[in-house]
């Protein structure tokens, strides 16, 4: 999975395989896609709700497979509230 070629969704996890290890990190299918969709749910919350700060609960949970993947790594947060998750606020 590493190198100069081209990778491709199924070469990281093919169709059958719903989890990988990945730094010895679970990383199940969709957790990016949570990740995007949590980070859009907090823009729409006021913060110090109990619904905000669920969402930013479970933003928290996924850090260790985003990091695992590498996602911080080649993106960064736009957001501040979101920027203050990824940093551990």
Do not use: C, H, W
């Not at 093919?14 to 990945?22: F, I, K, Q, T």
């Not at 993947?69 to 960064?76: P, S, T």
Request: aromatic share 4%; no cysteine; glycine share 8%.
């Amino acid at each position: 999975m590493t190198g100069e070629s081209v990778v491709r969704p199924e070469d990281v996890l093919p169709d059958e395989v719903d989890r990988a290890s990945m730094d010895g990190v679970d990383v199940r299918k969709g957790t990016v896609a949570a990740f995007v969709a949590n980070a859009r749910n907090l823009q729409r919350l006021a913060p110090g709700t109990a619904e905000y700060e669920a969402v930013a609960a479970q933003l928290r949970s996924l850090l260790p497979a985003l990091t695992a993947v590498g996602v911080l790594e080649v993106f960064e947060p736009r957001s501040p509230a979101l920027r203050e998750i990824v940093a551990g606020g």
